[in-house]
């Protein structure tokens, strides 16, 4: 084995055993993969924007649900929400036309709704009636398609599937897709394969509408016609301190292959409390005074295409559905620091 001296004064064994082919092979091997998954992240990093800032104005809105552990409202590591001083300037007169239009709104719908008789007391005090159902949702126009947005990994550079939400011919919104689980070979991600709709429905200013007038009512409405895969309804509550930014209630959601509708009736009290996707051990019931939107997602770890047709969504009430919570809780010690 011969010996060559580095200008830096470190010397390195030099081979010239005949085994220095393999190595010189073993290496070409090595240096090969590592270029072809170079290439497959720099292809794919062209159909993604994980850390670019987007640009939806200063009351833009998360468009997919979360699923890190809350750097930001977003969810989304090293993302940035902040606006230069030069982005606000340019930004004002879109959110004076934009904002000032919703503001308009609520100010017109606040007086026409002026009246001595008070649908939300009448509703508190028991006039709902059996078997009465309510109507919230539909995707009949293109203003109530806009109010919900879509978002699946390939979104934010965690994998390869797509998803869209369009009209039908007939007054419903189609959310299609096609779901891969194969994972982008990047060193962080280590799951892939989800996709979703979210409601996005805000007041004025990005103030939060909540779904507090479906307190009175014990199951959630939906018709659909769906491809036999099983989603997910997710009702979002996140909260102002970050430790609840991530917190929903969700239900599966399973759909019948085949043309026909399907009415889903499911009851508010089997809803269970998740954390960013992942289901807690303390668990308690929805409380619809806090929740702010709803989506419905698929992650079912099933590769290919899906299709599911939304009619509406709304709420619906049964009397004789008397479960306050479907699941089993814990009473925790006094001092504990939960258990006041």
Not at 31 to 50: C, D, F, P, R, V
Not at 88 to 102: C, I, Y
Not at 262 to 277: D, L, N
């Amino acid at each position: 084995m011969l010996v060559s001296r580095l200008q830096t004064g470190f010397f390195v064994p030099k081979i010239t055993n005949p085994t220095c082919a393999y190595f010189s092979k073993k290496a070409t091997s090595s240096n090969s993969s590592l270029a072809e998954q170079k290439s497959e992240i720099q292809n794919h990093a062209g159909k993604t924007n994980l850390l670019e800032k987007k640009k939806v104005g200063m009351f833009g809105t998360s468009t997919v649900p979360i699923n890190t552990n809350f750097p930001n409202p977003k969810g989304v590591l090293g993302y940035d929400p902040d606006f230069s001083v030069k982005e606000l300037v340019a930004e004002l007169p879109n959110t004076r036309k934009t904002q000032g239009a919703k503001l308009s709104e609520e100010i017109k719908e606040a007086f026409r709704n002026v009246s001595i008789e008070k649908t939300e007391l009448l509703e508190d005090i028991g006039f709902v009636r059996h078997n009465e159902a309510r109507v919230e949702y539909r995707f009949d126009t293109q203003e109530k398609l806009d109010l919900w947005k879509t978002g699946c990994d390939s979104d934010w550079k965690e994998g390869f599937s797509t998803c869209s939400l369009a009209p039908s011919d007939h007054g419903t919104a189609v959310f299609s897709g096609n779901i891969s689980t194969k994972v982008l070979k990047d060193g962080r991600v280590e799951r892939a394969g989800w996709a979703s709709i979210k409601l996005e429905d805000r007041k004025a200013f990005n103030r939060k509408k909540f779904l507090s007038k479906w307190r009175n009512f014990s199951h959630l409405l939906l018709k659909i016609r769906g491809d036999g895969r099983s989603y997910k309804v997710m009702l979002h509550s996140p909260l102002s301190m970050d430790f609840t930014w991530g917190d929903s209630f969700s239900h599966p959601l399973h759909t019948h292959g085949g043309p026909y509708w399907q009415y889903e009736k499911i009851p508010f009290s089997k809803f269970f409390h998740t954390v960013a996707g992942r289901i807690q051990d303390r668990q308690y019931r929805v409380n619809l005074e806090d929740t702010s939107s709803i989506g419905i997602v698929l992650m079912d770890r099933i590769d290919g295409d899906f299709r599911l047709e939304i009619d509406y969504i709304g709420v619906y009430n049964d009397t004789t559905h008397v479960e306050d919570f479907a699941y089993e809780t814990y009473t925790l010690p006094v001092f504990n620091t939960h258990g006041f």
